[in-house]
């Protein structure tokens, strides 16, 4: 879970029922997260009210500090728990991305499997 979330609500009074679901929703993100980066993760959610000709409409965004790494997303609908959703998305496909990239995959060719073949090579 991460625990470090600033929600702030623009143009907008956050009710208990909202805080809840996008901290519910947005600290379950750490997941997706490499182990290293676990402890120092931390989200800014911004909720902001716009009012547009065809009715009200709600934009969310979710900005994550990763080590090395900022994150983005945002996105508005009609509903605010929806835009939370959609963003969710967004960042989840965005961290599967960034972990991609920060791990090692060392496979057949890591260290390990190294010395098991030079190892092999001295006993013949």
Known sequence: MIKNITLTGIKLEL?????????KKIGALDRYLPRHARKSARAEVK?????????????????MH???HN???KDSTMNVLAAVD??????????KRYKEQQT????????LAKFKRSFRR???
Do not use: F, S
């Not at 009710?15 to 901290?23: A, E, G, M, P, R």
């Not at 959609?86 to 961290?95: R, T």
């Not at 090692?104 to 260290?111: E, M, S, T, V």
């Open 104 to 111: 090692n995959h060392r496979g057949k060719h890591g260290l």
């Open 86 to 95: 959609i963003v969710e998305a967004k960042v989840v496909a965005q961290l």
């Open 66 to 68: 990763l080590p090395q």
């Open 122 to 124: 001295d006993l013949n």
């Open 47 to 63: 909720i902001a009210e716009v009012n547009r000709k065809h009715g009200n409409k709600y934009e969310a965004e979710v900005i």
């Open 15 to 23: 009710d208990l029922k909202t805080k809840k679901y996008v901290t």
């Open 71 to 73: 994150i983005t997303a």
